[in-house]
């Protein structure tokens, strides 16, 4: 499994990067989103976790950016934030967003989505309807 982690927070990237880690998975982490973007074709993916509040560029801009063609344009995205909005969920919705966690996470929770997305349970597309993605809590 190969996880991309962007995040500002070097202790949030660090305790997500040691999760993926514990389950075997290759880690890349990146703190800024503009040097993910600059960087980030040169990674495979299965997975790609983006912080919803970054300085820059939020979640939802950055998610629009990897849904290009050609970057990322059915690998799951998985967004971590504080916000809990109806609002911040409908546009990264909007924006390619395959699933959502709430901080502070469970370790365990955490684990199961990066498993369930990474198994190919769920992948984006721009057909799927909104329904069909499953919302973490």
């Given amino acids: 499994m190969r996880i991309v982690i962007i ?6 990237t660090a305790v997500m990067a040691a999760l993926a880690r514990s389950l075997s998975a290759d880690v890349t982490t990146y703190r ?12 495979e993916a299965d997975v790609i976790i983006v912080d919803f509040s970054m300085p820059g560029m939020d979640g939802v801009v950055l998610t629009e950016r990897l849904r290009q063609p050609a970057l990322y344009p059915g690998t799951p995205i998985l967004m971590v ?7 911040v969920r ?9 699933g959502f966690l709430r901080k502070p ?4 929770e955490f684990k199961a989505t990066l498993r369930r997305l990474s198994d190919g349970v769920v992948r984006h597309s ?9 919302q973490e809590a």
Avoid: K, M, W, Y
Avoid at 33 to 43: E, K, Q
Avoid at 90 to 98: I, M
Avoid at 105 to 108: C, E, N, R, S, V
Avoid at 126 to 134: E, V
């Fill in 7 to 12: 995040d500002d927070s070097l202790t949030n």
């Fill in 32 to 43: 800024c989103p503009l040097a993910a973007l600059d960087r980030i074709s040169d990674d």
């Fill in 81 to 87: 934030t504080h916000e809990g909005s109806t609002g």
């Fill in 90 to 98: 409908l546009r990264a919705r909007a924006a390619g967003v395959t």
């Fill in 105 to 108: 996470f469970d370790a365990i």
């Fill in 126 to 134: 721009s057909q799927t309807d909104a329904h069909l993605i499953p």
